[in-house]
């Protein structure tokens, strides 16, 4: 009996260990907690990659920053230490302005304008990326951006000197522009900014506001639709390559799904977000004419002096996207 046993124990172990040496188990960080819609795709992605491979890869999500933290991720899977990524995909416009295209004030502001600027950016950043062995997996925009404020703002004017949540440097320019004194926080962060009074207004989605739950420590949200922002889920190509064949397929096949749901998602956010946003008390406001030409006036100014940083293929980007 205990020979049986014995034998059957070790028949099991060697049956486990052959299904471990094809498995294969990704570690993916991303920098916004579970409750985001982005990263509910992302778990579906996931999923949809194990389904699709018969468990030949897993891959391991590790939201809001727990794994590296949001500046550090697309270093991380640039020198291999992950092999896959999400992030804000402006916050790589230092290595070249176009990847902060998406972030520029009233360039894009609808779901299809984003659309046709992310086909006029898709093979830039393609090229861009793959100089630093980055491979593009599908791309999401977060839902157009608003402004949260703690009263009600009817000119730029209003926004004279207060203190400021911003996620990139082209946000952070934009409030300087407004007169405003801008504080760089991640997602994870904001509540405490607020109550601990680091900031006092930001510019971010209904989704972020809501997850945030703004209205305990904000009062009004102007729907001012200023750019759709989106988030990158990239591969480290050396990883990538050593998958199987059917297994790199399979992962792309899953990228493209996953792109496609995610814009729907984002789409079905916006309203949904403002709607809890509303029921909890904050005052959604229609932006004045006057405050409107104000922020135009700023994103003017602003694609001026992107246009003079970003060259040539900046120039190639904008004509893609006008025509
Ligand atoms: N939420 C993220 C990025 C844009 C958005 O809507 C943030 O606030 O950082």
Redesign the pocket.
């Known amino acids: 009996m205990k020979l049986f046993k014995l034998i059957g124990g070790a028949a099991f172990a060697v049956a486990a260990l052959g299904v471990s040496a094809q498995a294969e188990t990704w570690d993916m960080p991303t920098p916004y907690p579970d409750a985001t819609f982005h990263t509910a795709n992302i778990h579906d992605f996931a999923k949809d990659v194990a389904d699709k491979t018969g468990g030949k890869l897993e891959i391991k999500v590790h939201s809001a920053g727990s794994l590296f933290k949001h500046p550090e991720i697309s270093k991380a899977v640039r020198s291999g230490q992950v092999p896959v990524g999400e992030f ?1 995909l402006s916050l790589l416009n230092n290595d070249n302005p176009a990847f902060g295209a998406d972030s520029l004030p009233f360039l894009a502001t609808s779901y299809g304008d984003a659309e046709k600027l992310w086909a006029a950016q898709k093979p830039i950043i393609d090229k861009l990326l793959d100089v630093q062995g980055l491979m593009p997996l599908y791309a999401v925009p ?2 157009p ?1 608003g402004l949260y404020t703690t009263k009600e703002i009817k000119t730029v004017d209003d926004l004279k000197g207060v203190k400021f949540r911003t ?1 990139n440097a082209t946000l952070e320019e934009f409030a300087n522009l407004a007169g405003a004194a801008p504080t760089q926080v991640e ?1 994870p962060d904001i509540p405490q900014a607020f109550t601990t009074g680091r900031v006092e207004a930001m510019i ?2 209904p ?2 506001g809501a997850n945030s739950k703004a209205w305990d420590f904000l009062s009004h949200y102007t729907d001012i639709q200023a750019w759709l ?1 989106k988030n990158i889920v990239v591969v480290n190509k050396r990883s990538f390559r050593r998958l199987d064949d059917d297994v790199q397929a399979a992962v792309l096949e899953a990228a493209a799904a996953a792109e496609t749901r995610g814009w729907e998602m984002s789409k079905a956010e916006t309203a949904a977000k403002v709607a809890i946003l509303k029921e909890n008390g904050i005052t959604v406001v229609e932006p004045s004419e006057e405050l409107m030409s104000s922020l135009k006036a700023i994103g003017a100014d602003m694609l001026d002096n992107w246009k003079a940083s970003a060259g040539d293929e900046g120039a190639a980007l904008l004509d893609a996207y006008n025509n």
């Open positions: 804000f977060w839902p951006q996620y997602v971010t989605s989704s972020t922002p």
